[in-house]
């Protein structure tokens, strides 16, 4: 049976993909916070498929003049699971 892996484990993912180098869950490191990015995007329907684009293909300017490197090398579904961790933070 297929079931949904704990909020810790979604963290243990955006960790091991190196994602935790650039980004915290509460503070702004490099790159936002989490929980205001989670913030930014709440209500957007679109926000999930924009993010996964942004963290596959790089972008700058959303949140200031450092951009985000691309990783191309991500699986799809990593990104998609990392992507509804970080909506899901309040």
């Known amino acids: 049976a297929f079931s949904v892996a704990p909020a810790f484990a979604d963290q243990a ?3 091991a993909k190196n994602c935790m180098a650039c ?3 509460d503070k702004k490191l490099v790159g ?3 929980k205001d ?3 930014k ?3 957007d ?3 999930a498929d924009k993010l ?3 963290v596959m293909k790089g972008g700058s300017g959303a949140w200031g003049a450092i951009p985000m490197t691309p990783h191309p090398a991500l699986k799809d579904e990593d ?3 990392m992507v509804e961790w970080i909506l899901s933070l309040k």
């Open 13 to 15: 993912l955006a960790t």
């Open 23 to 25: 980004h915290a869950v």
């Open 32 to 34: 936002p916070a989490y």
């Open 37 to 39: 990015v989670a913030a």
């Open 41 to 43: 995007y709440k209500g």
């Open 45 to 47: 329907k679109t926000a």
């Open 52 to 54: 996964a684009a942004k």
């Open 79 to 81: 990104v998609k699971v």
